[in-house]
């Protein structure tokens, strides 16, 4: 069964702090990876896509590990509009098909 | 920004009833996708769909289950006989050539 895998937090941290998450997937053969976020009840919102070579967005940095099938999602500097759930996403296929797989999600709550 | 859109946002239905739920994909996107999200759970995919026909499906998508585009705008899934375990949030996703996804902000279908 392919999975991606992710700590369900909650992480509660205080506002500008540095937070990471961490996530794995279970499928070697997956092609392309994403942090979405997902406030609550609403639909998830993409934040980023997530490259071999790492990536950056302003306070946001994800890191993709394919050896260890592993990938990161870091804030720094973080703000209350942050808090949110932070979805591991993973696209196992490419052309056509593409569905994607959702982790759980973590738990982000930050404060003031 | 052009947004997908669903409609309705929440839909309550008597088991064994046919919903249909409907979504407009971005303008120029080619890729759309059914998922759901069981409260409390994760986002499950259903079904893609690309160039007028169904290109993969998850073994939720069964027999109750369908999906059209109708015209050039809408794309629309079908429940035909509503279970008690279909409530839950729909998301239509789409996509042009990249692999990044847009979600609608869902319906809420709550069976009774």
């Known amino acids: 069964r392919k999975e991606v895998e992710q700590d369900p937090g909650p992480f509660n941290v205080p506002e500008g702090a540095t937070v990471a998450f961490n996530c794995t997937y279970s499928?070697?053969?997956?092609?392309?990876f994403f942090w979405y976020r997902q406030d609550c009840r609403k639909e998830p919102k993409l934040l980023m896509s997530?490259?071999?070579s790492g990536n950056e967005d302003g306070r946001f940095t994800a890191q993709l590990n394919r050896a260890s099938q592993y990938i990161s999602l870091l804030i720094r500097d973080s703000k209350l509009s942050d808090s949110a759930t932070y979805l591991c996403?993973?696209?196992?296929?490419?052309?056509?098909?593409?569905?994607?797989?959702f982790g759980k999600g973590t738990k982000l709550s930050v404060k003031p | 920004e052009p947004e997908v859109t669903q409609t309705p946002s929440h839909q309550v239905t008597q088991m064994g009833q046919e919903v249909i739920l409907r979504c407009v994909p971005i303008?120029?996107?080619?890729?759309f996708y059914w998922y759901r999200q069981i409260l409390g759970q994760k986002v499950e995919f259903l079904v893609s769909?690309?160039?007028?026909?169904?290109?993969?499906k998850s073994e939720i998508f069964d027999d109750q289950f369908s999906v059209e585009r109708p015209d050039g705008s809408n794309f629309t899934l079908k429940i035909r006989s509503t279970k008690l375990e279909d409530s839950a949030m729909y998301f239509c996703?789409?996509?042009?050539?990249?692999?990044?996804?847009?979600f609608g902000p869902g319906t809420r279908l709550t069976v009774t």
């Open positions: 996703a789409s996509r042009r050539l990249a692999n990044e996804q847009y």
């Open positions: 499928n070697s053969a997956s092609q392309s």
């Open positions: 997530v490259y071999s």
């Open positions: 996403v993973v696209n196992e296929f490419g052309g056509s098909q593409g569905n994607l797989i």
């Open positions: 303008s120029n996107h080619l890729y």
């Open positions: 769909f690309y160039n007028n026909e169904i290109s993969e």
